[in-house]
Nanobody, 122 residues
């Protein structure tokens, strides 16, 4: 499984970005998909996870009401819509594929993509 994240960039506080993660696997719908982030000098932090069908989601408290995770199984892609961005959201964002919902620990995921950098200026 190969995961390719994109959509990061520089945005002002209060702005929005949408991250995408494309998976090169025929059985995309059999994986739970998660987003994590890592700020400089910090551990990986769980952000959001979506179930195989997309019908269930879970978020870390700091992004609830601002971020939305979704997936399109026909396109083998998972998204993270980020609104009302804050400087503390600045980090490398990673998508990951796993088999348990709602896994919140990065060690529980089987496959990882490269990060896409999100920088939020104040």
């Amino acid at each position: 499984v190969q995961l390719q994240a994109s959509g990061g960039g520089l945005v002002q506080a209060g702005g929005s970005l949408r991250l995408s993660c494309a998976a090169s696997v025929r059985t995309f719908s059999s994986y739970v998909m998660g987003w994590f982030r890592q700020a400089p000098g910090k551990e990986h932090e769980f952000v959001a996870v979506v179930s195989r069908s997309g019908g269930m989601t879970s978020y870390t408290d700091s992004v609830k009401g601002r971020f939305t995770i979704s997936r399109d199984n026909a396109k083998n892609t998972v998204y993270l819509q980020m609104n009302s961005l804050k400087p503390e959201d600045t980090a490398d964002y990673y998508c990951a594929a796993g088999v348990r919902f709602p896994s919140r620990r990065w060690q529980e995921y089987n496959y990882w993509g490269q990060g896409t950098l999100v920088t939020v200026s104040s």
